[in-house]
């Protein structure tokens, strides 16, 4: 039983598991560590043809010796840190422990030397046993140390990835030294890659700086290096995509970790270290947003958000409450959805108020009991059906929730005398080859007409009309990166309509930025665009998504064309062929000149088509869609025929 609790894997698992040393284990094994150094130092000083301690009975003094080092050991808590996490904040400790022992009995020599004439003990003597023991006490930690991060980092029964890491600034110090000490260990760091090549003969943390000459894949497949953490804060984001880009180009992985500050812990800077993900990738710069105009518009005020459990919905609720309103109000009609983000809410720490109702944009009389009771000031409109595919088959539905439910909100909007009324639009909506996207266009011209006839009849205090219209959301609900997701999850293929299809995406926060900032500075009437960056093909995202994934494309996950779905455009745009745009002072946001109707013609079109869908005959509802959106042509339809 003893020889198999001294096997090696035993006691390499007994070692690992072992959390920490009792503090009276640690305690002893300094008593130990004194005894040993005393014994040391009285050699020392008999080779001399000295005497440690100068008088005959020698135990009673060598206690109390022991006796005090053990009461300046509680006195700075030497032995309340765990040693194989030792710092110099220990090494501190044990220092000002050894030299407080050290002035202790030299005061105490020179006292007995003033009454009695005789000194205790030796002072050379004392010296010199306060350097032996303060060196001994430090050296067992540092050896303990080394021998736990030797077990943590070298398991046998789990192969970590070699990795290295990019920077040899703070920040790519700070990560390395986190990543040793994180329980499980999920990397073997093997160095780290100096790009301006000034540290080839030195090393950090004994381990080797690397100087990246070529490519780095090519550094990387030298040393047998699988992975790569990139913590130089002095890259630039386009440096960062090359050196992503040359990765997934040859299938190596790539975290990426924030700037560290000072006051994180070790703990929490290993959590921020994740793989980079696919909105990483997007050649984007961060959005500076107008503050002061956007806190003047929703401070202390009522907010309402319609669809306020969707993706963008939802993230427009997070946004406005870092502007301290005074109420919001979030509604939308999906149960689970809204609970969870009730769930969200609730956890945060705020003043807000904040009103959960479920209810459904098309009744009309529910909505007016919202705005009855809550009187909004802003009202931000994201509730709306937009799968293409979805409301190529159901028209009617698309009609009464995307046409009705905004008429409905526009027209409370504009009774209850709302301060501004901002309308989430898509990009389908510009020269529309769907059903959804025509459905929103309609929408948006009613919102325009609204703001028209209130311009015409100089009312006071109305209600200012704004649109917002962008392209595809990366992560929002029904968005090809979380199909992509899943797919991959599930093995493949991750399916593609066409090979050359493209679109602009942007993340949720940044479309939620440009939508508040567009509110804020909206005058009424028009529609807004934002700089979507540059285009994307769906293939190439794939491809990329595989990647990340750690996986080879056509090789471990394949990539199948299904063609293209009704109603589906190879590209979108953001601009009807006739319409013009107006810069605005913020770089990302234009403003779209569109054709703007009469309301009373528009009114009674709608109405029509309203009443159309309510017989659910598909038809007929988009034969009306296609006169009062002359530029929607269906593709890939069989409403393609109407067109003819």
């Not at 790519?172 to 540290?199: H, M, W, Y």
């Not at 959590?271 to 997007?282: A, H, M, S, T, Y």
């Amino acid at each position: 039983m003893l020889l198999g609790f001294l096997s090696r894997k035993d006691l390499l698992s007994t070692i690992r598991n072992l959390s920490y040393l009792p503090r009276w284990i640690v305690v002893g094994i300094d008593v130990m560590v004194l005894i040993i150094s005393f014994f040391f130092t009285r050699l020392i000083i008999n080779g001399l043809g000295l005497s440690y301690i100068t008088l005959n009975d020698k135990a009673p003094y060598i206690c109390f010796l022991l006796g005090v080092n053990v009461v300046f050991f509680w006195i700075f808590r030497t032995y309340a840190g765990i040693i194989r996490h030792s710092s110099y904040i220990d090494a501190i400790k044990l220092l000002f422990s050894q030299i407080s022992v050290l002035v202790f009995f030299v005061t105490l020599n020179f006292v007995f030397q003033s009454f009695y004439g005789y000194k205790i003990y030796l002072n050379t003597a004392l010296f010199i046993n306060m350097v032996l023991s303060f060196c001994s006490l430090f050296l067992y930690r540092v050896v303990i140390k080394q021998v736990f991060e030797r077990f943590f980092s070298e398991r046998n029964d789990v192969k970590l990835p070699r990795t290295i890491i990019y920077g040899t600034d703070a920040n790519a110090l700070a990560v390395a030294k986190s990543l040793k000490l994180e329980v499980p260990t999920r990397f073997k760091i093997v160095g780290f890659v100096d790009k301006n090549s000034q540290n080839s003969s030195k090393r950090m943390m004994d381990l080797p700086i690397l100087i990246l000459k070529k490519k780095l894949p090519t550094l990387m497949r030298s040393i047998n290096a699988e992975g790569v953490i990139i913590a130089d804060k002095s890259l630039s984001k386009e440096e960062r995509l090359v050196i992503v880009e040359q990765c997934l180009e040859f299938n190596y992985k790539v975290y990426i970790v924030p700037l560290i500050t000072d006051w994180e812990n070790q703990k929490e800077i290993s959590q921020k270290v994740k793989k980079i993900q696919i909105e990483d990738l997007l050649d984007r710069k961060p959005i500076v947003l107008d503050g002061k105009a956007i806190s003047k518009q929703l401070k202390d005020k009522t907010i309402l958000i319609t669809g306020a459990a969707g993706s963008i919905g939802s993230e427009i609720v997070r946004q406005v409450l870092l502007f301290k309103p005074k109420i919001i109000v979030v509604v939308d009609q999906a149960e689970t959805p809204l609970h969870n983000l009730c769930l969200e809410l609730n956890v945060l720490e705020t003043q807000v108020e904040i009103a959960t109702i479920v209810a459904d944009i098309r009744n009309k009389d529910a909505m007016n009991t919202i705005f009855s009771n809550y009187h909004p000031e802003v009202v931000y409109h994201a509730a709306a059906y937009k799968h293409v595919p979805l409301m190529e088959e159901n028209p009617s539905q698309a009609i009464l929730t995307n046409v009705e439910g905004t008429k409905n909100i526009a027209d409370l909007a504009s009774l209850f005398k709302v301060k501004k009324f901002v309308m989430v639009s898509t990009d389908k909506a510009v020269n529309p080859s769907n059903v959804m996207g025509a459905s929103k266009r309609i929408a948006e011209k009613y919102v325009q007409s609204l703001q028209l006839k209130s311009n015409a009849n100089k009312t006071a205090k109305s209600t200012k009309f704004i649109t917002t219209r962008f392209g595809n959301v990366l992560g929002s609900n029904g968005s090809v990166v979380p199909l992509f997701t899943k797919q991959i999850a599930a093995g493949g293929p991750i399916t593609i309509t066409h090979p050359d299809i493209i679109r602009y995406f942007m993340t949720i926060p940044e479309a939620c930025q440009l939508v508040l900032e567009a509110g804020a500075m909206g005058k009424g009437g028009e529609i807004y665009i934002f700089d979507m960056g540059k285009p994307v093909k769906i293939i190439d995202l794939a491809r990329k998504m595989i990647k990340l994934a750690g996986f080879i494309p056509e090789e471990d996950i394949k990539i199948k064309i299904v063609g293209l779905r009704p109603g589906e455009k190879l590209y979108e745009e953001l601009l009807n062929d006739t319409a013009k745009t107006i810069a605005t002072h913020h770089h990302k946001i234009m403003i779209a000149e569109e054709i703007q109707e009469e309301f009373e013609i528009l009114h009674d079109e709608i109405e029509e088509l309203i009443t159309i869908a309510n017989f659910h005959k598909k038809e007929a509802i988009v034969t009306k869609m296609k006169k009062i959106v002359p530029e929607f042509k269906s593709m890939n339809s069989t409403y393609e025929v109407l067109d003819k």
